[in-house]
C-alpha cells in the first residue's frame, strides 16, 4: 500500500458505460481540471462491449446471415444453403470485441489526462475513502474523493437448482468462448438475453429449448408481443416449456438431462449445453456500503433518488448496481452524465417512463412508458389500439407481416403514455416513440406529422389513425 492516501475530486468505482459517461462529463464540466481516480477489475468497457450489446448483436446479425438466405419470404427467390465455420465466427467475434474495446474506450481514456486508471477492488473505509485491492486481498492503495459514483455493474446469476453448479453450464458473460456449435442448447429464461442468444444458436443450427417458470415471454411489454415472437420463433423451430420449473440437472450420456415440472407432471429434456439467463445481480457485495452508509434494496441494487443520489450525501450511483426497473447501456451513460452533472450543482432528473428498451431478435421488440396493464392499474383505464403489420404495405413488400404496434393512450388528455413494437427495425423506430411519451404528444400529433411511405415506421402513424378511423378501409397515405 502506498504511504499516503491519494487525493481526488471524484472517485468512480466501475470501468464500464456509467463510468465512462460520468469521467467524460466531469472532465468536460470542468474544463479538463478535475482529478479523477477510476477504480476497478476486468477489461475496459464493462459489461456491453465485452459481454453483452456487441457480442450479442455480432452473434445475431451472423446468424441472420445464414439463416434468411435459407428461408426467403419472396416469391421466385429461392432457398440457398449458406456453409458456415461457427469456430470462425466466434474467432471474428472475440476480435471485433477487442478492436470496439480498444477504440471506443481505451483509445478514449487516454485522451484524458486528469482520469487515473487503478485496476483492483474498491472498498470503502469510511464515506469518503476506498481501498483498492488486488486479487490476492492485499491492498494495493487507498484513494480519498470528494465526490463518488458507484458503477460497479452486474454479473449473471443463476437459480439455486439441484444438480446445475455440479454439471456445468454457459451464461452470457462465458458463451463467447464457444469454439464449435452445440448440437443442441436448453435454455434457462425466456427474457431477451436468453431469446437473442437462442435465435442466434437457433439460426446457426442449433436445436434450441427455452425454459421459462411465467406463462409468457417478455413480461415488461405487451401479452400481444410476448405471443406473437413465440409464434414467431417456434415456426423457426425453437421449442418452448412456460410455466415450468426446473427440478434438478445431471449428467447424460449425450450432454446433460434436466427434469422439469409443468401442468402435465415432471418430463426430462436432453441437451448438449445449458444457458442460464435468468437474471443478473448488482456486484455490491464487495463494496462495504455499510461504512459509507449507502443503502440498498433486497436485492443489493443501490437505492437513488431520480437525481442519481445515494442515501449520503457527496456519494452517487449509476447503471446495473441502480435498484431501477431496466438494465440498459445507453440509460446507463445516461445515469452516469445525470450523477456528474449533479455534483456540480445542476438539478437534473432521469426520466425513466420515456426511456426506451429493445430485444433484437428478428423481428425486433421494442418499447417505451406503460403497458396497457401498467397504466390500467394506476389510473384506471385507458385506450388502446393494436396495429397489426399485415396492413402495412412496407411489411408486405419484405414479407415480414407477423408484427404488432400497440399505443397506449391517457384518455382524459389523448397523450401517448406507451408504445410497444414488434417489427423489422422496430429498434429503430421506437425512438418516435419515446419522444412521444416524454413530450406529451398525442395521437393527433402523431397523426400530423409526415412519415415516409412505404416504410415501418408509417405502422406507427397508422396506429395513430386506428384511434380515429377503421385502417381497414383506408386507402395508402389518407390522412
Known amino acids: ?80 444453403r449458406v456453409s ?12 471485433y470485441v477487442s478492436h470496439a474495446r480498444e477504440v471506443k474506450y481505451s483509445q478514449v481514456i487516454d485522451n484524458y489526462t486528469n482520469v487515473t486508471l ?68 436448453a435454455i434457462i429464461g425466456g427474457g431477451a438475453i436468453g431469446l437473442e442468444i437462442g435465435q442466434a444458436l437457433l439460426h446457426f443450427g442449433s436445436r434450441v429449448i427455452v425454459i421459462e417458470a411465467l406463462d409468457a415471454l417478455l413480461p415488461q411489454t405487451e401479452p400481444e408481443i410476448g405471443l406473437a415472437l413465440r409464434s414467431k420463433l417456434e415456426k423457426e423451430g425453437m421449442q418452448f416449456h412456460l410455466r415450468a ?37 448488482p456486484n455490491t457485495g464487495s463494496l462495504n456500503l455499510e461504512a459509507a452508509g449507502v443503502r440498498t434494496d433486497s436485492r443489493g441494487l443501490i437505492i437513488t433518488s431520480d437525481g442519481m443520489a445515494t442515501s449520503t450525501p457527496g456519494i452517487y450511483a449509476a447503471g446495473d448496481c441502480v435498484s431501477k ?17 449533479n455534483m456540480f450543482g445542476d438539478d437534473m432528473k432521469i426520466d425513466y417512463d420515456a426511456a426506451t428498451w429493445a430485444v433484437f431478435t428478428s423481428p425486433q421488440v421494442a418499447g417505451v412508458g406503460m403497458t396497457e396493464n401498467e397504466f390500467s392499474k394506476k389510473n384506471g383505464a385507458c385506450s388502446c389500439r393494436v396495429f397489426s403489420l399485415e396492413n402495412l404495405t412496407k411489411a ?7 408484427g404488432i404496434i400497440k399505443i397506449t393512450v391517457d384518455p382524459r388528455s389523448n397523450r401517448i403514455v406507451g408504445m410497444h413494437i414488434m417489427a423489422p427495425n422496430a429498434t429503430d423506430i ?23 411511405f412505404p416504410s415501418i415506421s408509417e405502422g406507427i402513424k397508422l396506429a395513430a389513425q386506428s384511434f380515429i378511423r377503421d385502417i381497414s378501409k383506408m386507402a395508402c397515405c389518407v390522412e
Open 1 to 80: 500500500m502506498g504511504e499516503e492516501i491519494k487525493q481526488f475530486d471524484l472517485i468512480i468505482l466501475g470501468k464500464g458505460a456509467a463510468a465512462f459517461s460520468a469521467a467524460i462529463k466531469a472532465s468536460e464540466l470542468s474544463n479538463g481540471e478535475m482529478s479523477i481516480a477510476m477504480v476497478g477489475t476486468g477489461p475496459l468497457g464493462g459489461t456491453c462491449v465485452n459481454v453483452g450489446c456487441v457480442p450479442s448483436k455480432y452473434l445475431l446479425e451472423s446468424s441472420h446471415a445464414v439463416f434468411r438466405p435459407e428461408h426467403p419470404t419472396m416469391p421466385g427467390i429461392y432457398e440457398t
Open 118 to 185: 487503478f485496476e483492483g477492488l474498491g472498498k470503502f473505509i469510511d464515506k469518503r475513502i476506498v481501498a483498492i485491492t488486488g486479487p490476492d486481498g492485499k491492498e494495493l492503495d487507498r484513494v480519498k474523493g470528494s465526490n463518488i459514483l458507484i458503477a460497479t455493474g452486474s454479473h449473471p446469476t443463476a437459480p439455486n437448482i439441484e444438480g446445475l453448479h455440479d454439471t456445468g453450464f454457459l451464461t452470457s458473460d462465458t458463451i463467447w468462448e464457444l469454439k464449435a456449435l452445440p448440437r443442441s442448447v
Open 396 to 402: 408486405s413488400i419484405m414479407g415480414e407481416t407477423e
Open 325 to 341: 426497473k431496466m438494465f440498459l447501456e445507453t440509460l446507463a451513460a445516461r445515469e452516469g452524465v445525470v450523477a456528474v452533472s
Open 245 to 281: 420449473r426446473i427440478n434438478s440437472v445431471s449428467r447424460s450420456r449425450d450432454g446433460k438431462s434436466i427434469e422439469i415440472i409443468t401442468h402435465r407432471g415432471k418430463e426430462k429434456l436432453e441437451a448438449e449445453e445449458i444457458l442460464v439467463a435468468t437474471g443478473r445481480q
Open 84 to 95: 458456415h465455420d461457427f469456430g470462425e465466427v466466434m474467432k471474428g467475434l472475440r476480435s
Open 430 to 452: 421506437i425512438t418516435e416513440g419515446a419522444y412521444a411519451v416524454r413530450k406529451g404528444y398525442t395521437v393527433d400529433d402523431v397523426i400530423a406529422t409526415s412519415h415516409i
